[in-house]
């Protein structure tokens, strides 16, 4: 069974900095694309950022050159390190990557919540 479980969620004032991982678990054969999206209180979920197998890297417009994203493909794992965080960044974080295994297709982590206040 496959399993993405983040962390690094918290509580941080405008202008701070976090860094959120998930990691992927269980019977993996290969992990293709790997992503991170948000969805705040009342809004849909969005894209964040997303990243290749080979390292290319996907932004949104509102987190371009504060936010980076990284993966780890020896340790199954993805990052985000978000800097110069705006109370608009409040949001619930998901993981999210296109995993081979028995079953081929997206998987999806629980969420962490950040949380950034003014």
């Known amino acids: 069974q496959v399993r993405l479980v983040e962390s690094g969620g918290g509580l941080v004032q405008a202008g701070g900095s976090l860094r959120l991982s998930c990691a992927a678990s269980?019977?993996?054969?290969?992990?293709?694309?790997m992503a991170w999206y948000r969805q705040a209180p009342g809004k849909q979920r969005e894209l964040v950022a997303d990243?290749?197998?080979?390292?290319?890297?996907n932004y949104a417009d509102s987190v371009k050159g504060r936010f980076t994203i990284s993966r780890d493909n020896a340790k199954n794992t993805v990052y985000l390190q978000m800097n110069s965080l705006k109370p608009e960044d409040t949001a619930v974080y998901y993981c999210?990557?296109?995993?081979?295994?028995?079953?081929?297709?997206?998987?999806w982590g629980k969420g962490t919540l950040v949380t950034v206040s003014s």
């Open positions: 999210n990557a296109y995993i081979i295994s028995w079953r081929r297709g997206d998987y």
């Open positions: 990243i290749t197998s080979g390292g290319t890297s």
């Open positions: 269980g019977s993996i054969f290969s992990i293709n694309g």
